[in-house]
């Protein structure tokens, strides 16, 4: 095997492309490196906690990174309760829907609710356990919400049919 030589590397010359273009392939690794992870971990047979680790990670991240990424994208907590949880669950519906999935936001009984019919992440990838994958993935969401605003009650929800996941998250002033 030859000596690596970083002059002969290709360069892919990204400075001229548009700024959708850019966004659009760091969303795109972004969700593969997620799809990685999550397929490499469910097949963890002998560490069966895998995906609960994963979750853990993932929760640190949310809560680390929430408020760099709300700022982004123009999100801060409010002042008010319901205002704050009707802002965590629009951020989560934009952000979900900018990595694909196809998500609707209501208002139900003093929450709201972000309704996923399909986890589109996860298609292509024969998970054994697509409910643990879900639940580590949804750890970002939780700590995400915690550094929004820590009073919020966030409330996940899912259902497996057919290897198929589908989710509601309930955001609500704490009772």
């Known amino acids: 095997m030859p000596r690596f030589d970083p002059a002969a590397v290709p360069v892919l010359e990204a400075a001229g492309w548009p700024s959708e273009r850019l966004e659009r392939t760091r969303r795109r690794y972004a969700m593969d490196y997620v799809r990685t992870a999550l397929a490499v ?3 963890f047979s002998d560490f069966p906690d895998a995906m609960s680790e994963l979750g853990r990670v993932a929760r640190l991240v949310g809560l680390q990174f929430y408020e760099e990424a709300a700022g982004e994208s123009g999100h801060a907590p409010q002042s008010t309760s319901q205002e704050s949880a009707a802002q965590f669950a629009a951020w989560l519906h934009a952000l979900l829907e900018g990595q694909g999935e196809a998500v609707t936001l209501e208002t139900r009984e003093g929450s709201m609710c972000v309704r996923m019919e399909e986890w589109k992440l ?27 605003d820590r009073f919020l009650r966030f409330e996940a929800t899912r259902a497996v049919t057919a290897g198929k996941v589908s989710a509601r998250w309930d955001i ?3 009772a």
């Open 41 to 43: 971990l469910d097949g």
């Open 122 to 148: 996860i298609d292509g990838l024969e998970l054994r356990d697509p409910a643990g994958a879900f639940d580590a993935w949804n750890g970002l969401w939780a700590g995400a919400c915690a550094a929004h």
């Open 172 to 174: 609500a002033p704490a």
